[in-house]
């Protein structure tokens, strides 16, 4: 018994003196036998490492229409160098010998040309690009032929055969629904990174993780060596963004706004369409409008949302936002009185109406009718700088709004612990001297239409992970503004100015009691007031039960100089809003409020 364990140790050792004996020889062979052999063979393989993308994320309207995806693209990229050193070579019918086939060489000028056609350049010109970058460098082992091709294009490169020149995959984005919503979501650059809009302001959401595969490549053939591939890192896709807008009545908004933007020979306009309830934006229109599928049709400034990105003095219909403060303030009803003249010049301030007049015995209803800077200037001036500055604020204006817009502007309230002078103090009680956001408009006339509860501006409402979850879903807590009763009593008078302003026949919708008013205020340009009228809308609908808030903006209308150039717009879109979510129609009639005293 005690000889077998012996054997064992003597069996394993012969083995172990076998496998080394092995590895010697080998060693051998390879570094010395055969190393010239190795080396020259090492010169003809080089390792490479290509990406693995991961699939950048959809955006997806309310109802879950796409509204951007992930599609495939391709770069096609040639070899300078191997182009001028290796042949191309293809097998064609022998002429004589029907039955077989001969190996032939096509002329270096031929592939360019068949290349050429595929991708859309001609073979002069890629015969040129080849030639430049090897007079630059002598190495140059990448070019780009073309970028971004189709599948077919794709399909018909690899289809002839040509082994220096190589498609890589490359993600493109493309937006299904061309123009529609195309100034919220932006759109990326040639490299897949986004530059605008959603896609830059939410690519945290959007953005895919790439990996990285490693693979041999022969230097005779420049084919891919089988079964060399190795993923050194794994991809990982983008979550989708979903968002609150409907895409259906983005386009129907959009649509109403480019028509009258023609008809008035304006230079823009933006729409904004919210939930009262819920600060919920359904639509937000800008005119022009870019096609995020080919962004540089338009010019550089039309690429953009101007409903979040561009100030502007909103004018009268800021009148509403005063009023409300001063009444929640305890310092007038609707019914308070003024005798407003048609200049008032206070404490060395100018201010005048937009119509002459003598002095005028007017209610705060009938100030907001025939909406009086004079009359207005008599009410703001009951509160002190500090809490109209207060109110401002607490309204949501001076700071961007909560969605974080790309490029959101804040607006400026041109306040430092006072106004600059009295004129622009008494400005601001009607809309001039400081400047706010369309969506900033809309989110104040969305707190007087809930009651005085301003609720967050809302444009995202999460971010779908890969794994199914839903996450960055929006804060819904709101913050009251004034009371329910200011509110209240703001809207009747509101209501008041919808039955009874000038513009009254041009956005009348049978059925429905509306608050609104109208706004025209002077366009600065920085230094003046030199660069056209603003002219626009904001109110809410029903009166008596609020569910969605409209503001039209619109720039410098040629021929219409005035509200009425916005206001057939807002009864457009309020009345499709209305019957597209199928809103009651409204009951008792609008509250009678006395204009004069």
Known sequence: MSRHPMRRILAAGVVLLLLVGWFVLRLVDIQVVRAAELNEASQDV???????YGERGEILDATGAVLAETVVRYDIALSPKQAMLGRVTREEPDPDDPSSTRTVEVPLDQVLAELGEVIGRTGEELRTQIDTALAADPDDDFEYAARHVDTATYEAVKALGIPWVEPYIQPGRRYPNGAVAGNLLGFTNADGEPVAGLELSEDQCLAAENGTMRSLRSLTDWVTIPGSEQVIEESHDGGDLQLT?????????QRVAAEQVAAVQADWATVTVMEAKTGRLLAVADVPTVDPNSPTSVDSQDRGSRAFTAPFEPGSTFK??????????????????????????????DITDSFGHDPERWTMTGMLIVSSNTGMSMFGERLTDAERYDYMRAFGLGSPTEVGFASEAAGDLNYDGGWPDSQTRYATMFGQGLTTTAVQIASAYQAIANGGVRKPVTLVDGCRMPDGTLEGEPATEGRRVISEAAAQETTDMLERVYEDAWVSDLWEIPGYRVAAKTGTAQFSDGDGYEAGYLVSVAGFAPADDPEFVVSVSIKNPVKMNSSAAAAPVFQQVMSQVLKKYRTVPSGAPAPELPANW
């Not at 807008?245 to 908004?253: C, K, M, S």
């Not at 009444?327 to 048609?342: C, H, K, L, M, N």
């Open 245 to 253: 807008i409907d895409a259906d009545l983005q386009y129907f908004v």
């Open 46 to 52: 080089r390792s490479r490492d290509q990406t693995i």
């Open 320 to 349: 509403s936002l005063t009023s409300a403060s001063v009444i929640d303030a305890g310092e007038a009803t609707p019914t308070s009185r003024v005798t407003a003249p048609y200049r008032y010049e206070p404490d060395g301030a």
